[in-house]
């Protein structure tokens, strides 16, 4: 079988063709393909090139690398492996987990655990500029190890803010009034306070949920039906009435009470 060379390439290893695939099936299992051509690495060293037969492995290649010993036409296998060529199907990039976590992902028993370097949380003795949270743990010598950073709070606004919950929703658009005017809305505790809160109406929507102040839906409190106008109701005539009721038991059963009224 003609051999394709791709490269200057030592002539002892380039006709090394039959000993090259042997190997390959035999890391492979058989499954191996067509001969793609050989490659110099370096004087006397050379790789063959076989399709990929694997399944789920288009377009890669099996990469048999053969070299012999100075002034020895005795041709032998060095390595055997599976690459990926030009057109092959790949993976996505590999990523930490940590930069792969989705929103959701955590499940039951599973650990998150916050880098040291986090930024955004700071040391509990930086301040971080909640006075609630720094009036208590100074008044009890208690407090947390770590809190909020400011960093770790913008991001956390930037993302309730721009999320389902937010102003810029469809929801918030056709809401009769916003969330921080309803009587539902329970206001969060520190820094966000002014802009964030948590919606306690069960038939709300976001119920148990962090809400911004300008959301809004139509289970608002002050949502009520319009009444209809006194002026628009029909008129009601009330006719006089003499109503006769029996007297009270007094001995006197002869005298009647006869109580008018319009």
Known sequence: MPVRVLSAVDAACAAAVEPARAAAEAEA?????????????????????????????????????????????????????LLPGPDALRPPEWLPWSERLQPGDLGVGDLLPTAPDDERLVPAYVQSTDSMVEEVATE????????????????????????????????????????????????????????????GNEFAPSDGRVVATA????????????????SARPDVVYDDATFELDPPDDGDSSEDADLGHS
């Open 140 to 199: 009890i010598g208690l407090g947390r190890e770590r809190v909020m950073s400011v960093v770790g709070r913008d991001d956390t606004a930037d993302r309730w803010w721009s999320g389902e919950t937010g102003p810029q929703t469809a929801m918030a658009a056709h809401a009769p009034a916003h969330c921080g005017s309803c009587g539902f809305y329970l206001p969060v505790a520190g820094a966000l306070r002014a802009a964030f809160g948590v919606c």
């Open 215 to 230: 959301f809004g839906c139509g289970a608002h409190s002050e949502a009520l039906v319009e009444a209809t106008p006194i």
């Open 29 to 81: 299992g058989g499954a191996v393909g067509e001969h793609l051509g050989v490659e110099a690495d370096d004087q006397r060293l050379a790789t063959h090139l076989f399709d990929s037969a694997v399944p789920g492995y288009r377009g890669w290649r099996w990469a048999v690398t053969v070299t012999r010993a100075s002034r020895s036409k005795a041709v032998t296998v060095d390595e055997v492996v």
